[in-house]
């Protein structure tokens, strides 16, 4: 009785509660969702979407990474039991300085997920890995989804080629605002 009761107090519902929360989120909760377009009406529930989300590789500052990928509505949708499509594209920038970590440019961690996504309720995620291409200085990122038993040949590449990075880069583009806005270009 001791172990039943332990759950049904209220600190071991919390506990409960807390957990199941976890396990049912989103293990992105970093991405930033930045617009959508719907692509399908759905007489029931939300459409089918085109979602477009941001994420910054959480282990090198100065890179973020756009993904839009299909996001399915109706009533399955809105309630977490849809599965969506393996259809996404890719495309990260240098947005700052970029500063790689020795055993990121030595090559040890190539194919270190930066993001996941679940996009089923158990079974299929969305992925984004990266490998460092020491030769040209380039980080490219490969966006993919997987199952527990097969996986999607469609995915998406994008790569950043590492520059250096100055608060020059951006007086060059306020001043070419500025000029748009007199008139000059």
Not at 110 to 116: A, S
Request: hydrophobic share 40%.
């Amino acid at each position: 009785m001791r172990h039943w009761s332990s759950i049904s107090s209220p600190r071991g519902l919390g506990l409960a509660a807390g957990l199941s929360v976890l396990l049912l989120a989103p293990s992105s909760l970093w991405a930033e969702r930045i617009g959508e377009v719907s692509t399908k009406f759905k007489l029931v529930g939300p459409n089918d979407k085109v979602v477009i989300e941001v994420f910054q590789d959480p282990d090198i500052p100065g890179v973020a990474c756009y993904l839009s990928r299909a996001e399915t509505g109706g009533m399955s949708g809105a309630v977490g039991l849809a599965e969506d499509t393996s259809d996404a594209s890719l495309a990260c920038r240098q947005v700052g300085p970029v500063s790689l970590p020795e055993d990121i440019a030595s090559g040890k961690r190539n194919g270190d997920e930066v993001f996941k996504k679940r996009i089923s309720l158990l079974t299929k995620t969305m992925q984004v890995v990266r490998f460092y291409d020491a030769p040209r200085n380039t980080l490219v990122y490969l966006s993919y989804s997987d199952r527990i038993i097969e996986g999607s040949p469609k995915n998406s590449t994008s790569v950043v080629v590492i520059r250096p990075w100055s608060g020059a880069d951006l007086t060059g583009i306020q001043t070419g605002i500025q000029a748009g806005a007199d008139g000059d270009l």
